[in-house]
């Protein structure tokens, strides 16, 4: 049985108890965890204020802070396999995304290790001949970067790269369903040499570790990413500290297909949008809505591939589509697939439970036209579940695809140039992709609109977002002060 260990003030430990961690292939118990509680997150969240002001970071050029990260992203690149191995065993995700995803998380590492020292203040031309003012930028403090159990990594890449950049003190909270790779990526920010406390890393449940650190008094920004009813609660716990808040959470993203579109780009690129990660993804193209002149041909097409979809144990590289990450999970899929179908929406493929071992659900299509009530369509999933819905005219897709409260991302596939440019002025989402899905990088931001989230991650803008900016007047003449009652 593997164990890990916390990660507080540049030291290893254990935690306050443990628990235990699930292999969601087999379902059977792989690794014992150590629980963060009161104690552990009070003394992480005084490490990094202590680290924040201590002349061992807070000292550290902005280069210097860039060339730390640097370390950072070659000891992340050279512990990807490891890593990946860890992710792919403890959330089940397949290996062949896990490995290529975490040897991009470098990426982002190295482009905010570029930017530390371009975060520049300015000069402000003031209305007053005798005076100087300018913005000096600087870190906002106490950052408490909080996690899901799925691309981990990443979502910490996009947390820390710009927070430590920015020079900034970071507490990171891995999810309680998953952490081995985070506990086990503390080893390369001790390695880098980060000083200590700049960085720590915790895990533990919602209602005790999340929620103590969300509202303690000395963190200012929550980076949050999850399901919005836990962001509801971080909202709340902010109002104990007034942190700045961020929050990337779910969606229920339309896939759009016009006729006048490449019909097998579109399957391709509609299968990996919605049955890569095993549809566990926040930007998952949840909801195919497709021209009707094409739906028989497209379904009929799209069904046939998806049946060939290789399913398997998620440490082999031939492996295609893997298990849920838990039980959980997989309970709340059937339940609303079973409720969509008895709604009168058209079981396409799967829906059932797999039977065996593990928490495997089968890739499944519901074809929900003429259903508009179904709940798969209105549910965020986070799993392998596309719902079907026909539109005729542009309007009709436009209205459809802007009918939840949702807006992380979409999709369009049209060969009509026209077109593509109105309907991303129409689709009420932070990401539009045109004739692709899934593309990200560390240069473009990435997050939502509405229940979606604010606040953007990735790209210059993020890095401001771990800044906040202090005013210096400076009075230029050498004549003294008048009396201070004699207004001019
Ligand atoms: P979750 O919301 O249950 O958990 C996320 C984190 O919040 C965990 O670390 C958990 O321990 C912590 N937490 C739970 N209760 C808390 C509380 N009261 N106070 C503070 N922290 C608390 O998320 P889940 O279900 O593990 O992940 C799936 C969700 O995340 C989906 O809705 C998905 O769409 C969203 N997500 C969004 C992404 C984005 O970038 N927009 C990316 C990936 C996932
Ligand atoms: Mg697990």
Not at 324 to 329: A, G, I, S, V, W
């Amino acid at each position: 049985m593997q164990k890990f260990q916390l990660y507080i003030n540049g030291q290893f430990e254990n935690g306050a108890a443990q628990f235990d961690s699930i292999n969601p292939a087999t379902g059977e118990i792989w690794a014992k965890m150590p629980e963060a509680r009161t104690d552990e997150v009070n003394r992480a969240v005084d490490a990094a204020e202590q680290a924040f002001y201590n002349a061992s970071w807070a000292g550290l050029t902005a280069t210097q802070r860039g060339k730390l990260l640097y370390k950072l992203a070659d000891l992340v690149e050279q512990a990807a396999p490891r890593l990946a191995a860890l992710e792919t065993t403890d959330t089940g995700k397949i290996i062949r995304e896990t490995s290529s995803q975490i040897a991009y998380v470098a990426e982002y590492y190295r482009y905010y290790a570029g930017l530390a020292d371009k975060l520049e203040g300015s000069l402000i031309p003031v209305d007053k001949s005798d005076m100087q003012a300018w913005l000096v930028r600087e870190p906002v403090g106490v950052v408490a970067a909080i996690v899901p159990w799925n691309s981990q990594l990443f979502l910490s890449a996009v947390k820390l790269g710009p927070a430590l950049a920015a020079g900034c003190t970071v507490i990171l909270k891995a999810s309680e369903e998953a952490p081995a790779p985070l506990l086990e990526f503390a080893k390369l920010i001790d390695e880098a040499g980060f000083p200590a406390g700049v960085v720590n890393v915790i895990t533990g449940f919602g209602p005790e570790c999340g929620a103590v650190l969300s509202a303690h008094p000395k963190v200012a920004h929550i980076a949050f990413t999850g399901g919005p009813e836990t962001a509801k609660h971080i909202v709340r716990n902010s109002a104990e500290n007034l942190a700045k808040v961020s929050l990337e959470l779910g969606g229920k993203s339309p896939f759009i297909v016009f006729a006048d579109t490449d019909m097998n780009s579109a399957l391709n690129a509609q299968i990996a949008a919605i049955f890569a990660a095993t549809g566990q993804s926040c930007v998952a193209g949840s909801r195919l809505l497709i021209e009707a002149s094409i739906k028989d041909e497209f379904l009929q097409r799209l069904s046939e591939r998806v049946q060939r979809i290789k399913m398997g144990l998620p440490d082999d590289m031939q492996t295609e589509y893997g298990p849920l990450c838990t039980l959980k999970q997989r309970e709340k899929i059937q339940q609303v697939v079973q409720r969509s179908i008895e709604q009168g929406a058209k079981l396409i493929t799967g829906g059932q439970v797999c039977a065996g071992a593990g928490y495997y659900y089968p890739p499944t299509i519901l074809d929900c036209t003429g259903v508009p009530d179904a709940q798969s369509i209105h549910t965020e999933l986070f799993g392998p579940v596309l719902s079907v819905d026909t539109f005729i005219t542009e309007a009709e897709a436009i209205q459809k695809a802007n009918s939840t409260p949702y807006g992380l991302a979409s999709g369009v596939f049209t060969s009509n140039l026209n077109r593509a440019h109105r309907m991303t002025r129409a689709i009420r989402a932070g990401i539009v992709w045109l004739n692709t899905y899934r593309v990200v990088s560390p240069l473009a931001p990435f997050g939502g609109y509405g229940l979606s989230g604010h606040g953007r991650e990735g790209g210059l803008s993020a890095a401001l977002e771990y800044t906040t900016t202090k005013t210096v007047w400076l009075r230029m003449s050498d004549q003294p002060i008048d009396d201070p009652f004699v207004m001019r």
